[in-house]
């Protein structure tokens, strides 16, 4: 067998994914197949195809290698497959069919979990793998209840920043344990030697050297609705950009982004050190970052410093807690003057809006009231679902009930189980309001969803921000609830550029207040959805230029 086992590492090795599959069929039986063989046959058929009907064999191929393995702690590798697989499965059925699976798809694996809780608390790979699971089925307080039960969290900084992440999602936390945990995840995050990294170079260019970093620069992305607005209107003369991509991917967007700049370069494929390397060699005068602790983050290239000034923003709404992290970028409606101590950047304050979007590439049209068709009030939040916890639940379900014959529609980009949200809203015996919308990945379908919305509900205290642009866009008012930090006060601050105050609940019982009253005022309804078809374009929101020059001003500022 040993002989067998090299000849196979040696086809893996050349890609011959088709004959080990054909080997292993023809030449033993089904009960000869170990573990190992059909677990390699599982592997072989995942390589080969990212169609379901394969996924699903390998899938079947998995399973019945961790069952035929009597000692489960060396079926890690097993489990892990099985684990990956099943979410491809179930992220394909998502995004290709338009389906949101139920949540009992998992339920074998939540099974194997259990009878095995000791060998994830001592796996890096299985606890990572098994959070993708919790992050389809379970409720975001869930998933952070398993993140606090495993030792990773005091050794791991990508489970810690996870964890953080994940708060956001909720109200357990106040900014101090935000900015607490930060300076936990900055601590835990590598610093190496300085001769394996390149010296770091201070000199005055002729042109100021502006990079920035990101795994999101792609097709549809929400981050590239904002950084287009900057790229496609700075001063040539005094600027050079480049685009730092921790993505593999060649679409439309990174075709088009390339023009716009000096030079694109992608570094997932680098280590952290080569990476810190590549762009110190660029001799960056200031690097932006877009990720934050969001996924796919390089923070461990921030912590070891880049360029001589850092800046945070965009794609993060909240201190990452390096003190390498130099400045953060917002409003003045996001933070004030006396919380500037709860985050460990400088807080650069941009005079009206934090973000500006390049809008599309479509005519906007003045999208008739559904209501006047309908009969009845349609509420809509496209956010992601991660979004809607346990309060802004009972919120939404405050409001249904208080507002006559009225409906809900929701959409999520995020693939994630229904099922859980049907019981939350069933609790309050509104589930008959509820449309659950299937997912697009048509973004004209998307978009003209809009236009079966009254009145948009924003989710809290994770605000939304390029789902309220959309709706803005097509122009349905967005009602939103102001909070306590950044993350929490990004639609208010949209809102105030629009001159829209009354859309902004102070509390749960205002924000209920605010929805109900609009809804029940038809004549108003229409005037304010005339007044953003009229008027969204002119505000900050969208007025891409005026964005710049006050963005770019600031750089200014801190480059001198």
């Given amino acids: 067998m040993s002989k067998q086992t090299v000849d196979f590492l040696n086809l893996f090795k050349q890609k011959k994914y088709s004959l080990i599959i054909s080997i292993i069929e023809k030449q033993t039986t089904e009960n000869q197949r170990t573990p190992g063989l059909l677990n390699l046959r599982g592997v072989c058929r995942m390589m080969l195809s990212d169609t379901n009907d394969t996924i699903n064999l390998a899938i079947n191929d998995f399973k019945e290698s961790y069952y035929k393995e009597t000692n489960k702690s060396k079926s890690l590798d097993q489990i892990k497959n099985l684990i990956n697989a099943s979410v491809i499965f179930f ?44 992050k389809r089925t379970l409720s975001v307080r869930e998933v952070i ?87 496609s209107n700075y001063d040539k003369n005094k600027y050079e950009i480049y685009l730092y991509h921790n993505h593999n991917v060649e679409d439309d967007t990174t075709k088009e982004f390339e023009k716009y700049v000096s030079k694109t370069l992608k570094i997932s494929k680098l280590n952290n050190i080569e990476a810190i390397n590549t762009i110190r060699k660029d ?3 200031i690097i932006i970052d877009l990720n934050g602790l969001s996924s796919n983050h390089r923070l461990n290239l921030f912590k070891n410093r880049l360029a ?31 919380e500037e101590s709860f985050y460990s950047e400088k807080i650069i304050y941009l005079p009206n809006v934090w973000n500006c979007h390049s809008g599309y590439n479509i005519k906007r049209l003045e999208n008739e009231l559904p209501l006047k068709k ?15 916890n346990d309060e802004v639940v009972e919120v939404w379900s405050s409001i249904l009930k208080k507002v006559k014959n009225s409906r809900l529609l929701l959409k999520t980009s995020v693939a994630t ?59 349905v008012p ?27 609940g102070d509390n749960k019982e ?44 600031s750089l200014q500022k801190i480059y001198n």
Avoid at 308 to 333: A, H, P
Avoid at 478 to 502: E, T
């Fill in 91 to 134: 992220d394909n059925e998502f995004t290709k069919n338009n389906n949101i699976l139920k949540s009992n798809f998992f339920d074998e694996i939540n099974s194997i979990y259990e009878e095995n809780k000791q060998l994830f608390e001592n796996s890096l790979d299985l606890n990572k793998n098994i959070f993708k699971v919790f």
């Fill in 145 to 231: 209840k398993q993140l606090k039960k495993t030792s990773l969290l005091v050794s791991d900084s990508d489970t810690i920043a996870s964890h953080i992440y994940l708060n956001n999602y909720l109200y357990d936390w106040s900014q101090s344990d935000y900015l607490k945990n930060s300076k936990i995840l900055s601590r835990k995050l590598s610093k190496y030697p300085s001769k394996k990294l390149l010296n770091l170079v201070s000199k005055k260019n002729d042109k100021i050297k502006l990079g920035f970093i990101s795994s999101d620069i792609r097709s549809k992305h929400s981050v590239t609705y904002f950084l287009r607005t900057l790229i």
């Fill in 283 to 285: 001799e960056i005068d």
């Fill in 308 to 338: 001589r000034t850092q800046i945070l923003w965009c794609g993060y709404t909240n201190t990452s807690g390096l003190d390498e992290m130099d400045y953060l970028i917002v409003d003045k409606n996001l933070i004030k003057k006396n």
């Fill in 374 to 388: 309908n009969g009845h009030v349609t509420f809509g939040s496209f956010n992601n679902f991660k979004k809607i």
């Fill in 417 to 475: 189980s229904q099922e859980l949200y049907e019981k939350k809203f069933k609790k309050y015996g509104v589930l008959d309001s509820i449309t659950f919308l299937k997912y697009s990945k048509n973004f004209m379908e998307h978009l003209n969803e809009y236009k079966k919305i009254d009145i948009a509900l924003d989710t809290f205290p994770w605000n939304g921000v390029t789902t309220s642009f959309e709706a803005i866009w097509m122009n």
């Fill in 478 to 504: 967005v009602v939103v609830m102001s909070g306590f930090n950044f993350n929490s006060r990004c639609g208010s601050s949209i809102n105030l550029n629009l001159g829209f105050q009354n859309l902004i």
């Fill in 510 to 553: 205002d924000y209920v207040k605010k929805a109900v009253l609009l809804a029940k005022d038809e004549k108003s309804l229409q005037e304010l959805r005339r007044k953003l078809y009229e008027n969204a374009l002119k505000t900050p929101l969208f007025d891409q230029k005026k964005f710049s020059n006050d963005f770019f001003s």
